[in-house]
Nanobody
């Protein structure tokens, strides 16, 4: 397994959640890793990406600062912290890796995908 996503669950609006993406050593060292999400009836969209240089990009609500992407080198894991959760954040969240050091928003360029973890925001 190249990527394994976890950390989803049921959260009330306004709450927080941290998603984890555990990667193989090779992927972690050489691929940019991103988070995508797919809500029911909608296309999969990019949420955030972290390059191998440690530079994060944010594609959803970039000015609100609700998402933070980070990495733990000792654990080969990329995290996505989501704060101030909204019902519209409800989706299956996937982590994916692209065979390049820099990020891209295009999901078609990603080589490996994790299995997805469901985030439900509801009261």
């Amino acid at each position: 397994v190249q990527l394994q996503a976890s950390g989803g669950g049921l959260v009330q609006p306004g709450g927080s959640l941290r998603l984890s993406c555990a990667a193989s050593q090779f992927i972690f060292d050489n691929y940019a890793i991103a988070w995508f999400r797919q809500a029911p009836g909608k296309e999969r969209e990019g949420v955030s990406c972290l390059s191998t240089y440690g530079v994060g990009q944010y594609y959803v609500d970039p000015l609100e600062g609700r998402f933070t992407i980070s990495r733990d080198n000792a654990r080969n894991t990329v995290y996505l912290q989501i704060n101030s959760l909204k019902p519209e954040d409800t989706a299956v969240y996937y982590c994916a890796s692209v065979r390049r050091g820099t990020c891209t928003r295009s999901r078609h360029q990603y080589d490996y995908w994790g299995q997805g973890t469901l985030v439900t925001v509801s009261s």
